[in-house]
């Protein structure tokens, strides 16, 4: 099969990768010369057979409406466009109806996987109708993880980033969670290999996970975290969730609670969000603040 790919940076470069070791011809683009495949999306598009399909992997807000909207001028009816960005589900309903008025089919993926990606496999939520999909199947099988699991057609346009939203907004409350145990066992005098106790977690316990994993990692990298300043963002999508919640009158104390302690991190050197930003660090590439900054 046949793709056009905008936006190649930490997610986008490696499911090109991914899609191309699968056998399917992907042509990318980027605004960065050294990554891009083609100097434009006139020439990408220019580029793929029709009906074309091309997936957009470009920050969400006006960078996503801009490339929808160039596209929109640049495509032709059959064929169909993919965010699989973080955008918010309200858009997508937007960028679907914006683009059916000219014949051309719309998708949201929410993907998960983070750096990891490449090598893993891509968590897959995805909206939109069923002959859009479908027709994106190939792909799908191509990025998803090994296995009967990792993919899902979660409903109809915007259901694939509302899951994906959702999904953020319980990662939020497990790292939280892992921070807070972090933070707890390091100040009690009677625990004196905290990291140790953490890598005890790992087989035979109910907590066991990618993220207790990870913090592991963070762990062996610098035991006490002493290099991280205790600061982390919040995506958007904890805040999306928030307000989902409230919209549909659904209790989020866990998650709430987790997105307001990221809040909380950008007024004092918080402990856990040292171990917050050591996660986001491990499982997305996110950036981190180190103390000498």
Do not use: C
Request: glycine letters at 12%; a negative charge; aromatic letters at 8%.
């Amino acid at each position: 099969m046949q793709l056009g790919l905008i936006g190649l940076g930490k997610m986008g470069g490696n499911m090109r990768e991914r899609i191309r070791r699968a056998g399917h011809t992907v042509i990318g683009y980027d605004r960065d010369p050294d990554l891009t495949d083609v100097k434009s999306l006139a020439a990408l598009v220019e580029q793929l057979d029709a009906p074309r399909v091309v997936w957009v992997m470009v920050p969400a807000g006006h960078p996503t409406q801009s490339v929808v909207d160039e596209l929109g001028d640049l495509l032709s009816p059959g064929d169909t466009v993919v965010d699989g960005g973080n955008s918010r589900w309200t858009d997508d309903e937007k960028h679907a109806a914006e683009l059916g008025i000219k014949g051309i089919g719309f998708v949201d993926a929410g993907v998960s996987g983070g750096v990891w990606g490449l090598q893993n496999g891509y968590a897959l939520m995805v909206g939109g109708d069923k002959e859009h999909v479908e027709r994106l199947q190939p792909i799908f099988e191509s990025l998803k993880p090994e296995g009967p699991y990792g993919y899902v057609h979660a409903g109809r346009v915007g259901a694939g980033h509302f899951s994906k939203m959702v999904h953020n907004g319980i990662e939020y409350a497990m790292m939280q969670a892992y921070a807070e145990g972090w933070e707890l066992l390091e100040k009690a005098n009677s625990v004196d290999n905290v990291r140790e106790v953490y890598r005890s977690w790992q087989q035979g316990t109910v907590i066991r996970s990618w993220l207790l994993d990870l913090a592991v990692n963070a762990l062996d990298e610098d035991e006490h975290l002493e290099q991280l300043k205790g600061f982390a963002q919040d995506s958007g999508e904890g805040r999306w969730t928030v307000e989902a919640a409230i919209d549909h009158a659904v209790p989020l104390p866990a998650i709430t609670s987790s997105l307001f302690a990221r809040f909380a991190s950008r007024q004092d050197d918080s402990p856990q969000m040292k171990m917050i930003a050591a996660l986001r660090n491990q499982f997305g590439g996110h950036a981190v603040e180190s103390v000498k900054e």
